[in-house]
């Protein structure tokens, strides 16, 4: 079955700081990738949709400056949590879409801003 | 924007008891996909929906997709221990095989518990 491979798992970095989550998809090409947030005790909610080769569409509210779309490839995205504070702490999950299977989900990243 | 109303938000039940939840939408979907979450994972898909009045099973699980379009229930039958976790409905405005790539509606949630 389709596998999207997510990482890192957890990263806790310091306030003002960058990260980046890959997420790439391990045996198949996924044109469009999708990535969410998810709060504690909350729902995923879209963020934004990344298109191979061309740039990334936000959903209303996401700010495309802080959070940096990047798929440079048909089985690689990337995303970028930029000057990072404690509000941005949450669970992010990329999800990718694959033949008649619905969405397929990496296993998300666990993001602890101090 | 669309929202998915999922309920209920959590229910405790004894092994062997079979479950029902369901999601309702203010909005047509044409695509409905039912999902288990846990602690820490990503969501892993349990059945996809992708016609009106579809009813579909996956083992102890069955879903249905309603007829209006604007809701779905899954149930699962004879409940076990590892059927504890956190299920969300998805719903997609595009045919699966109609093209549109946009992303999922999530429902809130329902949080399984399943008392011995």
């Not at chain 1, 997510?6 to 003002?16: A, E, M, T």
């Not at chain 1, 995205?77 to 990496?106: K, M, N």
């Not at chain 2, 998805?90 to 999922?104: C, E, T």
């Amino acid at each position: 079955g389709a596998v999207v491979s997510q990482h890192p798992s957890r990263v806790i970095c310091k306030s003002g700081t960058s990260v980046k989550i890959e997420c790439r998809s391990l045996d198949f090409q996924a044109t469009t990738m999708f990535w969410y947030r998810q709060f504690p005790k909350q729902s995923l909610m879209l963020m934004a949709t990344s298109n191979e080769g061309s740039k990334a569409t936000y959903e209303q509210g996401v700010e495309k400056d802080k959070f940096l779309i990047n798929h440079a490839s048909l089985t690689l995205s990337t995303l970028t949590v930029t000057s990072a504070h404690p509000e941005d702490s949450s669970f992010y999950i990329c999800s990718a879409r694959w033949g008649g299977q619905g969405y397929t989900f990496g296993s998300g990243t666990r993001l602890t801003v101090v | 924007g669309q929202q998915l109303n999922q309920s209920p938000q959590s229910m405790f039940i004894q092994e062997g008891e079979d479950v029902s939840m369901n999601c309702t939408s203010s909005s047509i979907f044409n695509t409905w996909l039912w999902y288990k979450q846990e602690p820490g994972e990503g969501p892993v898909l349990l059945i996809a929906l992708y016609k009106a009045g579809e009813l579909t099973s996956n083992g102890r699980l069955t879903a249905q997709f309603g007829i209006t379009r604007k809701d779905s229930f899954l149930n699962i039958s004879a409940s076990i221990p590892s059927d504890v976790g956190i299920y969300f409905c998805a719903g997609k405005r595009y045919p699966y095989s109609g093209g549109g790539a946009d992303g999922l509606t999530f429902g809130k949630g329902t949080h399984l518990i399943i008392q011995p």
